[in-house]
């Protein structure tokens, strides 16, 4: 009598299951990764606005402080969204000629460069996202303030406009 047995695959199944469940779970934490770096951080805030050399004030905004070496690296770095009235200030623990990169940044943005006297210095205006050429005002800034692309336009704000804060930025570190 004749006995048909089972075809066995080529692949033992479990080394292939194990194979595909763990490229789930590698998949699943890159995209909570991915996540939770486009999220809005926790970082601290402070209020402020502008006032331009005649006077004139800015509506005010709020701004997330990045004041360390960690938190200016990551920047908005993944977010998708800035709010008009929102922000992001880079505390620098001396004044010197800073440059930024656009590096995995998806919205265009205004930097406004701010010396030691809280004066601002100099401004660049709708810096292209996801680029790493670096931008710079070529002169000394203590802070470099982030804005959506347009906002400084639309708010008149350029070289010698002074930045008010409600409360006082924590130190560099």
């Known amino acids: 009598m004749w006995r048909i047995s089972a075809v066995r695959p080529i692949v033992p199944v479990r080394p292939l299951f194990l194979v595909m469940l763990r490229c789930v779970v590698v998949a699943l934490l890159l995209a909570f990764a991915a996540s939770a770096c486009a999220q809005p951080s926790h970082l601290p805030t402070v209020e402020g606005r502008f006032r331009s050399p005649s006077g004139d004030e800015s509506p005010p ?5 990045c004041s360390n070496d960690g938190e200016r690296a990551m920047g908005l770095m ?5 709010a008009k009235d929102a922000g992001m200030i880079f505390v620098f623990p001396e004044e010197r000629e800073n440059s930024f ?8 943005l205004d930097m406004v460069f701010v010396g030691r006297d809280m004066k601002v210095v100099g401004v660049l205006h709708d810096v292209p996202p996801l680029n790493e050429l670096p931008r710079s005002v070529s002169k000394p800034s203590m802070y470099v303030v982030e804005f959506a ?9 350029g070289e010698g406009a002074l930045l008010q804060l409600e409360t006082s930025l924590p130190p560099a570190r």
């Not at 905004?61 to 402080?65: D, N």
């Not at 993944?78 to 800035?82: C, E, G, K, V």
């Not at 990169?101 to 265009?108: A, F, G, H, R």
């Not at 692309?149 to 704000?157: N, S």
Request: proline content about 0%; glycine content about 8%.
């Open 61 to 65: 905004f709020r701004l997330e402080v």
């Open 149 to 157: 692309a347009g906002t400084m336009k639309r708010l008149g704000i």
């Open 101 to 108: 990169w656009m590096k995995n940044t998806y919205i265009s």
């Open 78 to 82: 993944y977010r998708r969204s800035l």
